[in-house]
Structures are given as C-alpha cells and as structure tokens.
C-alpha cells in the first residue's frame, strides 16, 4: 500500500503575466482532497485545470492563498523544497503519453530511469520497475521490453502512468491520460487507474471525458478559474463560493438568464427558492 496524500487549497490564486496584462486563470480555489480518493477536474477548455494540476505538482507557485500537498506548505516551500518534494512524493502525467517517456528506452528501462529521480535514502524502498508494470498491466508479451514506439497507443498511456508511478507518489495528477485513445484503450487506462486507486495512492484526473469522471468517484467542475460544482456518488451538486456566489447549472442558467431578478427565500424544512421577479412588480423590468 502506498501513503496517499491529502491536498488542501484555500482561496487559491493563479495570476499569469503575458506582455503586461495580468491573465487570471484561478481566482479562488476551494478544494479539500482526502489521502486515497481520486477526483477527476473537469471544465470548460481554459477554465483552469491544467492550471490547478500544475500547482499542485509544484510546477506553479501559487500567486495567492493557500495550498497544502501533505505535509508540504506549496506557498512558502523554496524551490529546493517543491524539486524535493516533486521527486519524492508527487507523480505527474503530462497530456500526450509520448511526453512522459524516452524513446530509446524499454518500458522496464523508461520506469528505472524515472526511479533514479527519487532520493538515494527512498529508493532503496522503491518496487521493482516489473512491480509497477504489474500495477498498470503492462506485463507478459515481453511488453517490458519493447520500446514505446512498439506498444499500442492504450499500452503507451499505461507505460506512461507506470512512470508517474516509479517513485511511488503520495499523489499522482495526469492530464488527459484517456484524451485520443479509442473505448478499449481507454478502459485499459482506466482499469489501471483503479488499480492505482486501490494501492491508496491520491489521483487528481483532469478530463473532458465524462465516463472517466464516473469512475473516479468524485468530480470538481472549475469554472471561470474556481470551484463551480461538484459531483459525489452521481449526485451534482452547485458549490458556494466564498464570496456567496453560485454557479447555476446550465439548465436552470436557460431559465435564469444571466441579469435575472431572484428572490432568495429560505424554506423551513432547509430548502431555498429562487423566485424569478415577476417583470410587471413595480419598479423591476
Ligand atoms: N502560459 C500561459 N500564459 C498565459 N496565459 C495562460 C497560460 N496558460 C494558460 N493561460 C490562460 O489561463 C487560463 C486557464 O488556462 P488552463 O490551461 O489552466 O485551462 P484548462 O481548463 O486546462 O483548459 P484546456 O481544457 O483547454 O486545457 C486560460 O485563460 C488560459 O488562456
């Protein structure tokens, strides 16, 4: 079993600075994540979570609020500490499986190579590169010892976990890793996210792909760079921001279009209405 990770992110913020014009890609992070569970982030393209996955690899550091990983504080680690820590501790899968390997290394070869990465005094506890494979199915077929080039594209995006993997990370966060594969391929990735899953590692997915969504237990829409729902056991759910602000759903946004009157009116049994005002009250249009 490994240690998961827990992530707290509290007010986060992310500023980019293009040319001289502040680009604010997150602007307010609410997010709490237990060690163990996986979470998939989803959104509308450019809403932040390519964004929020690099923060939390350490690969950002935050422009404001706060941002636990562990026991690691990402907001006033140094950058000794976040390489550390990044080392040690968290697995990250870029979009692209391609991007995460060396093409002239064997898949055995690629997971001992990303070993090497781990402190010297943590490696020695480290599984056999064989182990990991095992975890993401890529063994048997001599699979081990081919070459990326030489493995499907679904067997490639395993090899590419694999190699998230090889420190054993508290935490593993991959961007995409189903975009492009055809439906069993993506179920193989899936399957060996489960796996991983199981092995009690923390997983944050960011996905465009509903189904992986699904799977992964728990779902974190960000909208317009922040928390705007989330989905639990196929519940949707709309999130209080911390300002009071609620994203609406987009079918109630058609019956509630942005400029709406509402009425906020609390029931007594904890429910709340929104009464749209009516057009012809006195003073309202
Ligand atoms: N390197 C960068 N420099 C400036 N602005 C950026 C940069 N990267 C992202 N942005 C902007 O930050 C915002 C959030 O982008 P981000 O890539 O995190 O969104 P996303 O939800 O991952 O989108 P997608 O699903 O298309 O990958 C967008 O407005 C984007 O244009």
Redesign the pocket.
Known sequence: MTAGLSVVCRGLVYI?R?DGYD?V?LSGVDLDISAGESVALL?P???????LLALLAGLLAPSAGRLTVGEHDLVRATAAELQAMRAADVGVVLQGAGRNLLPYLTAEQNVRFAQRGVPAERRRSLPDPREVLTTVGLTGRGRNRQRPQRLSPGERQRLALAVGLAGRPGLLLADEPTSQLDTRARDEVLLALDAVRRAGTTVVV?THDPDVGRRMGRTVT?RDGRVGAEGRRGEDYAVVGRDGTVHLPQDVLRMLPPGTLVGVEPQPDGTVLLVPARANVEGVQ
């Open positions: 980019y293009l680009i890609a959104g393209s450019g809403s932040g979570k390519s964004t960011v960000i």
